[in-house]
């Protein structure tokens, strides 16, 4: 079965500390995504990677940084962290050839990670 | 992406069906459907995809209207581990999937 594992299940940080979030896939998979989750405004997408070294913003990028220096690897990185970024993180991954054979964006997430800033 | 509409929520007793609906009205001639869902404390779980025609799977089936202004996946006969947020998502298959709030289904002992 593919695996995303995320680094931490819970975080408690201070404003103003900078925070790595880790992600790890381990089925080869081209593309990364980083989504936060808040009740009420579904999963929305911070910051997606179609390569190593190569990322795209997603749709709410501000107070976000990503590295992916490895295929297996996506870091998503909070530079000073606020207590809006208090959320449930999720971290996914997909193949880029699934689509071109069949249609199917088949995203496989981690099991999320909760950041608490305080 | 298409917008779609779902409701909020829905209950389904255990052991029936339970039949989801989306609307995707918007819809492009390229755009695929997709569903997944979420349980709880867990990261969403792909489900099903289709273009044009009905597709079924080990999980679920999907109905897509002539149109394909709409959609409802169908649980055949749902038990209590089917409790979960759905999500439907019309898409062209980019990289890009935007999950919005979905439908909250509650299977009933």
């Known amino acids: 079965d593919v695996k995303v594992t995320q680094s931490s299940r819970y975080l408690v940080k201070r404003t103003g500390e900078k925070v790595f979030l880790e992600c790890v896939q381990d089925?080869?998979?081209?593309?990364m995504f980083w989504y936060r989750q808040d009740p009420g405004l579904g999963l929305r997408l911070i910051y997606f990677?179609?390569?190593?070294?190569?990322?795209e913003k997603g749709d709410i990028p501000e107070g976000y940084s990503v590295s992916r220096e490895k295929k297996e690897r996506f870091s998503l990185i909070l530079e000073s962290a606020s207590t809006n970024q208090t959320s449930m993180y999720l971290c996914?991954?997909?193949?880029?050839?699934?689509?071109?054979?069949?249609?199917?964006?088949?995203?496989?997430f981690g099991a999320g990670s909760r950041l608490t800033v305080l | 992406d298409a917008k779609t509409t779902q409701p909020p929520s829905m209950d389904c007793a255990e052991g029936r069906a339970a039949n989801l609906p989306c609307n995707h009205s918007?819809?492009?001639?390229?755009?695929?459907v997709y569903w997944y869902r979420q349980i709880h404390s867990q990261g969403p779980q792909y489900i099903i995809h289709?273009?044009?025609n009905n597709e079924t799977n080990e999980m679920a089936s999907l109905i897509i209207t002539e149109d394909r202004k709409s959609s409802t996946l169908i649980l055949p006969h749902a038990t209590l581990r089917d409790t979960a947020v759905y999500y439907c998502?019309?898409?062209?298959?980019?990289?890009?999937?935007?999950f919005g709030t979905g439908t909250r289904l509650t299977i009933i002992p």
């Open positions: 289709g273009l044009k």
């Open positions: 918007t819809i492009s001639g390229n755009e695929y």
């Open positions: 089925m080869d998979h081209e593309n």
């Open positions: 998502i019309a898409n062209f298959g980019n990289e890009k999937l935007t």
């Open positions: 990677s179609y390569d190593v070294k190569m990322k």
């Open positions: 996914a991954s997909s193949f880029v050839s699934d689509f071109e054979f069949s249609g199917a964006n088949v995203l496989t």
